[in-house]
Protein backbone atom coordinates (compact mmCIF):
# COMPACT_ATOMS: atom_id res chain seq x y z
CA UNK A 1 0.00 0.00 0.00
CA UNK A 2 1.53 3.26 -1.07
CA UNK A 3 1.52 5.97 1.66
CA UNK A 4 -1.00 9.24 2.44
CA UNK A 5 -0.54 11.96 0.40
CA UNK A 6 0.31 15.04 1.97
CA UNK A 7 -2.76 17.56 1.88
CA UNK A 8 -2.75 19.36 -1.01
CA UNK A 9 -1.74 23.24 -0.10
CA UNK A 10 -4.08 26.40 -0.53
CA UNK A 11 -1.79 28.19 -2.97
CA UNK A 12 -1.79 32.36 -2.30
CA UNK A 13 -0.17 35.43 -4.31
CA UNK A 14 1.92 36.83 -1.83
CA UNK A 15 1.37 40.74 -2.39
CA UNK A 16 -1.47 42.51 -0.33
CA UNK A 17 -1.22 38.67 2.50
CA UNK A 18 2.29 38.66 3.39
CA UNK A 19 3.10 41.47 6.44
CA UNK A 20 6.42 42.66 7.76
CA UNK A 21 6.80 44.45 10.64
CA UNK A 22 9.40 46.32 12.49
CA UNK A 23 9.83 46.00 16.23
CA UNK A 24 12.07 47.67 18.66
CA UNK A 25 11.45 45.93 20.85
CA UNK A 26 10.89 42.88 22.86
CA UNK A 27 11.11 40.87 25.69
CA UNK A 28 11.26 37.41 23.97
CA UNK A 29 12.02 37.54 19.98
CA UNK A 30 11.33 33.77 20.60
CA UNK A 31 7.80 34.58 21.37
CA UNK A 32 6.73 38.13 21.11
CA UNK A 33 3.64 39.09 22.68
CA UNK A 34 0.00 40.49 20.34
CA UNK A 35 0.85 43.57 22.60
CA UNK A 36 4.84 43.94 21.13
CA UNK A 37 3.56 42.96 17.66
CA UNK A 38 0.80 45.63 17.87
CA UNK A 39 3.58 48.09 19.13
CA UNK A 40 6.07 47.56 15.83
CA UNK A 41 5.43 49.20 12.60
CA UNK A 42 3.74 47.74 9.90
CA UNK A 43 6.49 48.44 7.35
CA UNK A 44 5.03 45.93 4.15
CA UNK A 45 3.58 48.41 1.90
CA UNK A 46 7.33 50.20 1.79
CA UNK A 47 9.16 47.21 0.60
CA UNK A 48 9.40 46.96 -3.22
CA UNK A 49 11.86 43.63 -2.79
CA UNK A 50 12.76 41.53 -0.27
CA UNK A 51 16.27 39.25 -0.68
CA UNK A 52 17.29 36.59 2.41
CA UNK A 53 15.29 36.26 5.33
CA UNK A 54 15.92 32.52 5.96
CA UNK A 55 17.76 30.52 8.14
CA UNK A 56 20.20 28.29 6.51
CA UNK A 57 22.99 25.85 7.36
CA UNK A 58 26.26 24.66 6.28
CA UNK A 59 27.21 21.11 5.41
CA UNK A 60 29.98 19.50 7.39
CA UNK A 61 31.33 16.30 5.78
CA UNK A 62 32.35 13.36 7.93
CA UNK A 63 34.41 11.06 6.37
CA UNK A 64 35.34 7.59 8.14
CA UNK A 65 37.74 5.01 6.49
CA UNK A 66 35.00 2.64 6.82
CA UNK A 67 33.45 3.64 3.85
CA UNK A 68 34.15 5.48 0.76
CA UNK A 69 30.97 7.16 1.08
CA UNK A 70 31.28 11.21 2.74
CA UNK A 71 28.11 11.12 4.94
CA UNK A 72 27.45 14.73 6.43
CA UNK A 73 25.73 16.56 9.38
CA UNK A 74 24.54 19.81 9.43
CA UNK A 75 27.10 22.65 10.22
CA UNK A 76 26.78 26.32 11.16
CA UNK A 77 23.67 28.18 10.93
CA UNK A 78 23.41 32.00 8.72
CA UNK A 79 21.06 34.28 8.09
CA UNK A 80 22.77 36.18 4.99
CA UNK A 81 22.07 38.79 2.55
CA UNK A 82 18.68 40.24 4.61
CA UNK A 83 17.45 43.21 2.41
CA UNK A 84 14.95 45.63 1.67
CA UNK A 85 14.89 47.52 -1.24
CA UNK A 86 12.23 50.09 -0.03
CA UNK A 87 10.69 52.79 -1.57
CA UNK A 88 11.59 56.91 -0.37
CA UNK A 89 9.64 59.49 0.36
CA UNK A 90 10.27 63.41 -1.51
CA UNK A 91 10.13 64.49 2.00
CA UNK A 92 12.16 62.13 3.77
CA UNK A 93 9.42 60.83 5.51
CA UNK A 94 10.66 57.33 5.07
CA UNK A 95 11.82 54.06 6.09
CA UNK A 96 15.10 56.25 6.17
CA UNK A 97 13.97 57.36 9.43
CA UNK A 98 12.73 54.52 10.98
CA UNK A 99 15.62 52.44 10.84
CA UNK A 100 19.05 54.61 10.62
CA UNK A 101 22.11 53.09 10.93
CA UNK A 102 22.78 50.46 13.22
CA UNK A 103 19.07 50.52 14.84
CA UNK A 104 18.98 47.55 16.67
CA UNK A 105 15.20 45.89 16.53
CA UNK A 106 13.43 42.76 15.28
CA UNK A 107 11.92 42.15 11.81
CA UNK A 108 8.69 39.90 11.73
CA UNK A 109 7.90 37.73 9.02
CA UNK A 110 4.01 37.03 8.23
CA UNK A 111 4.49 34.77 5.39
CA UNK A 112 0.29 34.26 5.09
CA UNK A 113 -0.59 37.69 6.50
CA UNK A 114 -1.23 37.67 10.34
CA UNK A 115 -3.56 35.12 11.24
CA UNK A 116 -3.47 34.12 14.97
CA UNK A 117 -1.93 30.65 14.93
CA UNK A 118 -0.20 30.37 11.56
CA UNK A 119 3.22 31.10 11.34
CA UNK A 120 5.97 33.78 11.69
CA UNK A 121 9.59 34.04 11.60
CA UNK A 122 11.66 36.76 13.57
CA UNK A 123 14.76 38.04 12.88
CA UNK A 124 17.64 39.65 15.37
CA UNK A 125 18.79 42.28 13.13
CA UNK A 126 20.61 45.57 13.22
CA UNK A 127 20.66 47.97 10.32
CA UNK A 128 24.15 48.36 8.43
CA UNK A 129 23.35 50.39 5.73
CA UNK A 130 21.02 52.43 3.71
CA UNK A 131 21.72 52.70 0.39
CA UNK A 132 19.86 54.74 -2.60
CA UNK A 133 19.09 53.02 -5.18
CA UNK A 134 20.45 55.46 -8.36
CA UNK A 135 17.93 54.65 -11.27
CA UNK A 136 16.90 57.18 -13.02
CA UNK A 137 13.73 56.07 -14.74
CA UNK A 138 12.66 54.37 -11.55
CA UNK A 139 10.57 55.52 -8.48
CA UNK A 140 12.90 56.53 -5.51
CA UNK A 141 14.46 53.42 -3.36
CA UNK A 142 17.03 52.61 -1.06
CA UNK A 143 18.40 49.16 -0.01
CA UNK A 144 18.39 48.53 3.49
CA UNK A 145 20.81 45.98 4.73
CA UNK A 146 20.75 44.15 7.97
CA UNK A 147 22.78 41.76 10.19
CA UNK A 148 21.28 39.21 11.89
CA UNK A 149 22.58 39.72 15.40
CA UNK A 150 21.29 36.36 16.91
CA UNK A 151 19.36 33.23 15.47
CA UNK A 152 16.08 33.64 14.12
CA UNK A 153 13.33 32.57 15.53
CA UNK A 154 11.90 30.51 12.88
CA UNK A 155 7.83 28.96 12.30
CA UNK A 156 6.61 30.21 15.81
CA UNK A 157 3.21 30.51 16.37
CA UNK A 158 1.53 34.00 15.60
CA UNK A 159 -0.43 35.18 18.54
CA UNK A 160 -4.38 36.31 19.21
Known amino acids: MAPPPLTPTIRYF????RKTYWLPTTANYQQPSRAEI????DISAEIATATGWSL??????????G??????????????SNEFECYV???????RRLLPLNTNGF??????????GQYM???????MSAAMVSGIEDPGKVTVQFAATEVPAIQIAIPA
Open 14 to 17: APGL
Open 38 to 41: NAGT
Open 56 to 65: TSAKVETPDL
Open 67 to 80: SRFVTQIPGRLTSD
Open 89 to 95: SQDGDDI
Open 107 to 116: VVQLWEGDVA
Open 121 to 127: DVFPVRV
